[in-house]
């Protein structure tokens, strides 16, 4: 069992800058892919990036990509999302999830998810 705690999440203006951070309970962080989603009111979830369990491969969905780095310390269980050059459109609940095995983009196929915080970008 994984149990996520995601944090940072706030107001900003638009060109800014955020850090997410998501904290994880167990002892096989390092086993786990980790991902962040994201769902703004109306939409549907959709997937921010992904971050391979030692560290080594990520991907992005092409809106984030050169503007948001995903990273993480299994010494700390821990991964984060560093936001940067932040658009009103990036305003959503940021999720954060942990899937055994290899790194994905669909969400059902994570198996562990967080609470969400709320990321609002004003223009």
């Known amino acids: 069992q994984v149990q996520l705690v995601e944090s940072g999440g706030g107001l900003v203006q638009a060109g800014g800058s955020l850090r997410l951070s998501c904290t994880a309970s167990?002892?096989?962080?390092?086993?786990?892919?980790m991902g962040w989603f994201r769902q703004a009111p109306g939409k549907e979830r959709e997937f921010v990036a992904s971050?391979?369990?030692?560290?080594?491969?990520?991907d992005y969905a092409d809106s984030v990509r050169g503007r948001f780095t995903i990273s993480r310390d299994n010494a700390k269980n821990t991964v984060n999302l560093q936001m940067n050059s932040l658009k009103p459109e990036d305003t959503a609940v940021y999720y954060c999830?942990?899937?055994?095995?290899?790194?994905?983009?669909?969400?059902?196929?994570?198996?562990?998810w967080g609470q969400g915080t709320q990321v609002t970008v004003s223009s």
């Open positions: 971050i391979s369990g030692s560290g080594g491969t990520d």
């Open positions: 167990g002892r096989t962080f390092s086993s786990y892919a």
């Open positions: 999830a942990a899937r055994y095995g290899w790194i994905a983009r669909e969400g059902e196929t994570y198996n562990y």
